[in-house]
């Protein structure tokens, strides 16, 4: 499986060696738009610790930075990045987009996009059988400490649907 990512959706994970291993196993590659690798980058200025990850994975190919063609007409309120990995999916055909922006994400989605966030990887995961509910609910409390925002709405209703499969 492809998948193209936006920033937040490799930095909170890159965090989290045990998440970032199951994205490994799950995606063939990853593929990001220049802006979004820029940035990843500005990390770099803070010493965050998720910029080497994210720069080994490149070094090693499961990570393609990719110049997008062709920009699609985005709403303004979207960053670069966001705008950019909506265009890059719609050009790679990728099976995924993994982005976290709500607003971005339901863009992507009424433009016929596949989009998953991070969150709903554990789900997924805990659905397929890769890992068992009580990681999946160690992961999600991962994400949240490492910054990840989810709204305590959005937080609940994760924990719960885990808790059911």
Same mark, same amino acid.
């Given at each position: 499986?492809?998948?193209?990512?936006?920033?937040?959706?490799?930095?909170?994970?890159?965090?989290?060696?045990?998440?970032?291993?199951?994205?490994?196993?799950?995606?063939?590659?990853?593929?990001?738009?220049?802006?979004?690798?820029?940035?990843?980058?500005?990390?770099?200025?803070?010493?965050?610790?998720?910029?080497? /990850?994210?720069? +080994?994975?490149? $070094?090693?190919?499961? =990570?393609?930075?990719? !110049?997008?063609?062709?920009?699609? &007409?985005?709403p303004n309120n979207l960053g670069r990045g966001e705008?950019?990995?909506?265009?890059?999916?719609?050009?790679?055909?990728?099976?995924?987009?993994?982005?976290?922006?709500?607003?971005?994400?339901?863009?992507?989605?009424?433009?016929? /996009?596949?989009? +998953?966030?991070? $969150?709903?990887?554990? =789900?997924?995961?805990? !659905?397929?059988?890769?890992?068992? &509910?009580?990681?999946?609910?160690?992961?999600?409390?991962?994400?949240?400490?490492?910054?990840?925002?989810?709204?305590?709405?959005?937080?609940?209703?994760?924990?719960?649907?885990?808790?059911?499969?």
């Amino acid at each position: 499986m492809r998948a193209v990512a936006d920033a937040s959706s490799l930095i909170h994970p890159a965090k989290i060696p045990r998440f970032w291993t199951l994205m490994k196993r799950t995606f063939n590659e990853v593929l990001i738009p220049n802006g979004v690798y820029q940035e990843i980058l500005k990390g770099r200025e803070l010493g965050s610790a998720d910029v080497a /990850v994210i720069e +080994r994975e490149i $070094a090693l190919a499961w =990570i393609k930075v990719r !110049r997008v063609r062709t920009l699609l &007409r985005l709403p303004n309120n979207l960053g670069r990045g966001e705008r950019e990995a909506i265009s890059l999916m719609k050009e790679s055909r990728a099976d995924w987009l993994l982005i976290d922006d709500r607003v971005a994400s339901t863009t992507a989605r009424l433009m016929g /996009v596949v989009t +998953r966030s991070s $969150a709903y990887l554990l =789900i997924f995961w805990n !659905r397929k059988g890769v890992i068992g &509910r009580d990681e999946a609910l160690e992961l999600l409390d991962g994400l949240v400490d490492v910054g990840y925002r989810l709204g305590s709405k959005d937080y609940v209703t994760i924990k719960k649907y885990i808790s059911t499969l």
